[in-house]
Nanobody
């Protein structure tokens, strides 16, 4: 089992930045594929970004390219999401997800999920 805990969410003005963190614990002897997803009120959960086990590959939702950056520190069993130039439409609960091997933008492919952290962008 792997436990994921997100942190770093909060209230920020439009145009501002936030850095989300995801700490993994439990069976973390091998790195996992790490993904970020988000869910706004009344909407389905959507893909944000994914990073491979080595950190050598990343993928982003087309609408977020250039503003969001995913990274990881495998030594710390952590993943991060740097969000710049935030917009009101980025307001959502952001979730960290992990899987042993699937490098995917589909939420159904991920085995482990955190509880989420709220990001609110005021306009």
């Amino acid at each position: 089992q792997v436990q994921l805990v997100e942190s770093g969410g909060g209230l920020v003005q439009a145009g501002g930045s936030l850095r989300l963190s995801c700490a993994a614990s439990g069976r973390t002897s091998s790195p996992y594929v790490m993904g970020w997803f988000r869910q706004a009120p009344g909407k389905e959960r959507e893909f944000v970004a994914v990073i491979s086990r080595s950190g050598g590959m990343t993928q982003y939702a087309d609408s977020l390219k250039g503003r969001f950056t995913i990274s990881r520190d495998s030594a710390k069993n952590a993943a991060y999401l740097m969000m710049n130039s935030l917009k009101a439409e980025d307001t959502a609960v952001y979730y960290c997800a992990a899987d042993r091997s699937r490098y995917s933008s589909s939420a159904r492919e991920y085995e482990y999920w955190g509880q989420g952290t709220q990001v609110t962008v005021s306009s």
